[in-house]
Nanobody
Framework: QVPLVESGGGLVQAGGSLRLSCAAS????????MGWFRQTPGKEREFVAG????????DYADSVKGRFIISRDNAKNTVYLQMNSLKPDDTAVYYC?????????????????WGHGTQVTVSS
């Protein structure tokens, strides 16, 4: 098991920014590809961003490209999601996930471990 804990969610006005963090205790996150997903009630969990173990390669959902930045600090065992220019449509529960494979995927089934999520609410 890899205990992942997300933090940094909250309520923000449209146009504002938040930085989410995903930390792991007792495990080295540097051995996992990582992803951020989000989910709203009644909808499937959707891919937001992912990055490789080294953090060199990243990818984003079209809806967040140019606004969100995923990064990792393996020394701190933490993965981040910097969210800028937030929109009401970004409102969701955000989850981080770890994959034992060397590449991150866009499907939830490609990840092995999940956090419990952090709520992000963007008001108009």
């Amino acid at each position: 098991q890899v205990p992942l804990v997300e933090s940094g969610g909250g309520l923000v006005q449209a146009g504002g920014s938040l930085r989410l963090s995903c930390a792991a205790s007792g495990r080295t996150l540097g051995t996992y590809a990582m992803g951020w997903f989000r989910q709203t009630p009644g909808k499937e969990r959707e891919f937001v961003a992912g990055l490789t173990k080294s953090g060199v390669l990243t990818d984003y959902a079209d809806s967040v490209k140019g606004r969100f930045i995923i990064s990792r600090d393996n020394a701190k065992n933490t993965v981040y999601l910097q969210m800028n220019s937030l929109k009401p449509d970004d409102t969701a529960v955000y989850y981080c996930a770890a994959a034992t494979s060397s590449w991150f995927g866009a499907q939830p089934s490609e990840y092995d471990y999940w956090g419990h999520g952090t709520q992000v609410t963007v008001s108009s």
